[in-house]
């Protein structure tokens, strides 16, 4: 019998990122729509205090960069990076996930680990055009008609030429799962999805961790 994945561990949302609920809270506006980022900027704009701290929730989005505005995509995942620990003395997993040719690679490579490895996941994306809200990393591994899921929250971010990049764990390490039983191979399905429901990316890999 096949034994399903451990969960991965639940991350922190970015620090310095405005979620959702403290948007809502320090602005009046919760965001949830595309209009929000020039709503949120319009309100309340004789007030010099809130003015500024709002500029500091938004960063440069404040001052008009809403990424690349060609692009039609509101997420970019650049890359996906698997980070392993100093101790294990490997390099990084990287894949480069804002291009059908990336995309393609990682399917058609996949990831390969050692068990009892230890790792972590390091996304970096760019947000354009305007507030993104409460977007999370959907992660879903299959083996044997067994499946094991887990949402991550990655919070919600303004939109910005310069990428965002969100780890986990944070301060630690995951650690891959050892035996016989969780050897072999494994279907990942990956999503990148927001409050509003948008699924921005998906992408499907085989994740096989090897004695």
Same mark, same amino acid.
């Given at each position: 019998m096949s034994?399903?994945?451990? *969960?991965?561990?639940r ?10 609920a ?17 709503d949120?900027l319009?309100k309340?704009?004789?007030d010099?205090?809130?003015r500024k701290?709002?500029?500091?929730l ?7 960069d809403?990424?690349?505005?060609s692009?039609p995509?509101?997420?970019?995942i650049?890359e996906?990076?698997v980070v392993?620990?100093?101790?294990e003395n490997l ?9 059908q ?9 996949g ?5 009892g490895? *230890? ?16 977007v999370?990393f959907?992660n879903?591994m299959?083996r ?7 949402d991550l929250m990655?919070?919600s971010?303004?939109p ?6 969100f ?5 630690d ?18 999503s990148?999805?927001d409050?509003?429901?948008n ?11 090897? *004695?």
């Amino acid at each position: 019998m096949s034994a399903p994945p451990p *969960k991965p561990p639940r991350p922190e949302v970015f620090q310095g990122t405005p979620t959702a609920a403290a948007t809502a809270e320090t602005t009046g506006v919760a965001p949830r729509t595309t209009d929000d980022l020039a709503d949120i900027l319009s309100k309340d704009t004789e007030d010099e205090s809130l003015r500024k701290y709002k500029e500091s929730l938004l960063g440069s989005a404040a001052h008009g960069d809403r990424g690349d505005t060609s692009d039609p995509r509101r997420l970019v995942i650049e890359e996906f990076r698997v980070v392993f620990a100093p101790d294990e003395n490997l390099p990084d997993i990287v894949h480069n996930l804002s291009t059908q040719a990336g995309l393609d690679n990682l399917r058609a490579t996949g990831i390969t680990m050692k068990e009892g490895a *230890k790792f972590k996941f390091r996304i970096t994306f760019r947000v354009q055009h305007d507030l993104i809200a409460g977007v999370k990393f959907v992660n879903s591994m299959t083996r044997m008609m067994m499946t094991e899921a887990e949402d991550l929250m990655l919070g919600s971010y303004p939109p910005s030429s310069t990428p965002h990049v969100f780890e986990f764990p944070k301060w630690d390490f995951s650690e891959a799962p050892k035996g016989m039983m969780y050897r072999g191979k494994y279907r990942v399905v990956n999503s990148f999805i927001d409050s509003d429901r948008n699924n921005h990316l998906n992408f499907e890999y085989d994740f096989t961790i090897v *004695k």
